[in-house]
C-alpha cells in the first residue's frame, strides 16, 4: 500500500522551529526590494545605498597589492616568503591590518587607538555580530537604537537574540530625554540595557546629524547612565562642510564609545572589510585585564574564522598609497555626492515644490533624502511604482519596528549619474503627482 506523501516523514522542518530571524519583518522586507528590482530592471532605482561606480579601477587591485607587499619587506623587514605567507595563508582572527587602519583613524579622525584594540571584520555587519553577542549574557540584555535604525544593525541583534528598544531621533539626531527615559524603563521592567546604537553623521535612513553639543551631552549622559555607544560612521567623510565635526570616538575620554567602521564606501566594496574599535578594558578570571577586542576575536575565530588577508591587503595597499588618510583618497567620490545629493533636493523642489502636502530633508552630506507624502508607502505601492512607473525607492517603514516611516520613502543619490538622477526624479514625480489631489480637493488617494 502506498502512504501519502503528507503522511512520510521526509526530514523536513517547520519555519517555526527554525531561529526567529528567518521570520524578522526587516529582513523579508529587503528580500522584498531585491525581487522587486529585478523583476522591474529597467527600473531607475534611488533604493540602493551602494558607492559610486564612476572611479571603479581594476588594475589598481594588483597595485594595492604590490604595495602592502612592499611595506611588509621594506617596512616591516619580513622576507620575501613571510610576507607571501601573511597575505595568501590563514591569518590572525583580529586581523592583519589593525595598525594601518589605527594609523588612518589617528590621521582621518583625530582617533587614538592601537592594534591591539581593534579587530578587522568582514564588512561592518560582522563587527555589530560581534559586538552584540559578547554584550549579549542573558536574556535581561537590550541594546537602545536611534529609531528610525539601519536594519542591519537590527538584524545583528535579532541574530544575537537582543531585542531592540527605539530611542526617538529628536530635532538634533537623538532625543536625549527620550534615551535617558528608555534606559530608565528598561530597567525597571528588569531588562539590562547594554549599549546605544547611534550614527551621528547622515544616518542611513533618515539622513539626521548630531551638531557638536549634542554629541557632548550624548558621551556624558551615557556616563551618568552607565552603557556603551555602538558608533557607526559609514558616511563621515562625505559632508559639505570644510570642516568635520568629531566623531563621538575622538571625543571620548572613558571608553564609552565602541566605534564601527567600514572600508566599504571608501576603498571598495567588494573588499568587505569592516572593522571595530572595542578599547574597552575587561577584567577576566586571573584579575588581569584585556581589551574588549581580544574578546571579539576569539568569538570570530569561531564564526569567520579570520578575515580574507587578501581583501586586507588591497585595503592596506590603499591607505599606504594615501599615508593613511581616505579624506585625500576620496575628494573624487565626495565631490559626486555632494553633487548628485543638491542634485535630487534642488530637483525635488522643482518638480515637486507646488505641493504643500510633500516635504522633504535636506541633508548636508552623505547618500540619503527622506521624501514625507500624504499616502501610505507600502511594498504594494512600491511594486505599482516600479511596474508603472519605472522607478525604485525603499519604503521607510523597513527601518523602524514595530510601526513608523508609514508616509515616508528614502532615496538614494549616490550611485547614480546626474542623467538617471534626472529620470528617475521625472518618474517619482509623475507617481506622486498621481497619489496626490490638488489643494483644494478630497485629499491623498488612500
Known amino acids: ?43 531607475i532605482s534611488l533604493a540602493a545605498g551602494r558607492p559610486t561606480e564612476s572611479f571603479f579601477d581594476f588594475s589598481a587591485i594588483g597595485r594595492h ?11 616591516r623587514g619580513l622576507g620575501d616568503g613571510h610576507a607571501t605567507r601573511t597575505i595568501l595563508q590563514y591569518g590572525p582572527a583580529r586581523g592583519i591590518i589593525g595598525d594601518l587602519v589605527a594609523r588612518h583613524l589617528a590621521v582621518d579622525e583625530g582617533v587614538r587607538t592601537d592594534a591591539d584594540s581593534i579587530v578587522v571584520t568582514v564588512g561592518c555587519q560582522e563587527a555589530m555580530f560581534l559586538v552584540m553577542r559578547a554584550l549579549r549574557r542573558d536574556a535581561r540584555d537590550a541594546v537602545l537604537a536611534v529609531s528610525p535604525t539601519y536594519v542591519g544593525m537590527t538584524g545583528a541583534a535579532r541574530l544575537a537574540d537582543m531585542p531592540v528598544l527605539p530611542v526617538a531621533t529628536g530635532a538634533t539626531g537623538i532625543d536625549l530625554d527620550d534615551f535617558a527615559a528608555q534606559v530608565r524603563g528598561a530597567r525597571e521592567d528588569g531588562l539590562r540595557p547594554r549599549a546605544c546604537y547611534v550614527m551621528p553623521d547622515f544616518a542611513n535612513p533618515s539622513a539626521a546629524s548630531m551638531d557638536r553639543g549634542t554629541r557632548q551631552a550624548l558621551l556624558d549622559a551615557a556616563a551618568e547612565l552607565d552603557l556603551l555607544l555602538l558608533e557607526d560612521n559609514p558616511y563621515g567623510l562625505f559632508h559639505a562642510d570644510s570642516a568635520r565635526l568629531p566623531t563621538l570616538k575622538a571625543l571620548d575620554t572613558e571608553r564609552r564609545v565602541v566605534y564601527l567602521g567600514t572600508f566599504a564606501k571608501t576603498v571598495v566594496p567588494g573588499a568587505r572589510i569592516g572593522y571595530v574599535v572595542a578599547d574597552q578594558r575587561v577584567r577576566l578570571a586571573g584579575g588581569e585585564h584585556g581589551p574588549l577586542a581580544a574578546q571579539l576575536s576569539r568569538l570570530k575565530s569561531m564564526t569567520t574564522v579570520n578575515t580574507s588577508p587578501i581583501a586586507q591587503a588591497v585595503v592596506a595597499g590603499k591607505l599606504l598609497e594615501h599615508t593613511g588618510s581616505l579624506v585625500k583618497a576620496n575628494v573624487r567620490e565626495k565631490d559626486v555626492y555632494q553633487r548628485n545629493l543638491r542634485q535630487v533636493c534642488d530637483g525635488l523642489e522643482r518638480r515637486l515644490g507646488d505641493l504643500p502636502q510633500v516635504s522633504w530633508n535636506t541633508p548636508r552630506g552623505g547618500y540619503f533624502v527622506v521624501v514625507d507624502v500624504p499616502f501610505a508607502t507600502d511594498d504594494r505601492q512600491l511594486e505599482t511604482c516600479a511596474e508603472e512607473y519605472g522607478v525604485l525607492w525603499t519604503p521607510m517603514s523597513y527601518f523602524y519596528a514595530p510601526h513608523g516611516g508609514e508616509r515616508q520613502l528614502r532615496l538614494s543619490c549616490s550611485a547614480l549619474s546626474p542623467a538617471q538622477i534626472d529620470m528617475g526624479l521625472d518618474r517619482l514625480a509623475r507617481y506622486i503627482r498621481s497619489r496626490v489631489r490638488p489643494q483644494g480637493g478630497p485629499g491623498a488617494t488612500p
Open 65 to 75: 597589492l604590490e604595495s602592502y607587499h612592499r611595506h611588509l619587506v621594506e617596512d
Open 1 to 43: 500500500m502506498n502512504t501519502p506523501m503528507t503522511d512520510v516523514n521526509l526530514g523536513d522542518l517547520d519555519l517555526s522551529d527554525l531561529h526567529g530571524s528567518l521570520e524578522d519583518d526587516a529582513l523579508s522586507s529587503m528580500d522584498f526590494l531585491n525581487e522587486i528590482a529585478e523583476r522591474h530592471p529597467d527600473a
